[in-house]
């Protein structure tokens, strides 16, 4: 789970928060701002991966139905053969 990891207490999540709100402390806002903006790059980060899992298991859910039609043709049986055609003007 994404969200589980980005929690207070946790120690990469932590030093990331922390780099986040110094590099915009360095841009010149105040703490609270800085940290604000730290959480909500953070947060653009959870979206991004959440949108790359979910690309993902539509693929996987693609391959998955392409895997079950693959053997239809090969059980279908085939056109039974027809005379010759008519002949036209």
């Known amino acids: 789970m994404i969200g589980a990891h980005t929690v207070a207490g946790n120690g990469p999540f932590d030093m990331m928060r922390n780099a986040l709100t110094g590099a915009w402390m360095h841009n010149g806002n105040a703490?609270?701002?800085?940290?604000?903006h730290?959480?909500?790059?953070?947060?653009?980060?959870?979206?991004?991966?959440?949108?790359?899992?979910?690309?993902v298991d539509v693929i996987w859910i693609m391959v998955v139905l392409t895997a079950m039609l693959i053997p239809?043709?090969?059980l279908m049986n085939r056109p039974k053969k027809a005379g010759p055609a008519p002949m036209a003007h």
């Open 31 to 36: 703490r609270p701002d800085a940290l604000q």
């Open 38 to 55: 730290a959480h909500a790059q953070i947060y653009g980060m959870a979206q991004i991966q959440a949108r790359l899992l979910a690309y």
């Open 72 to 74: 239809i043709p090969f």
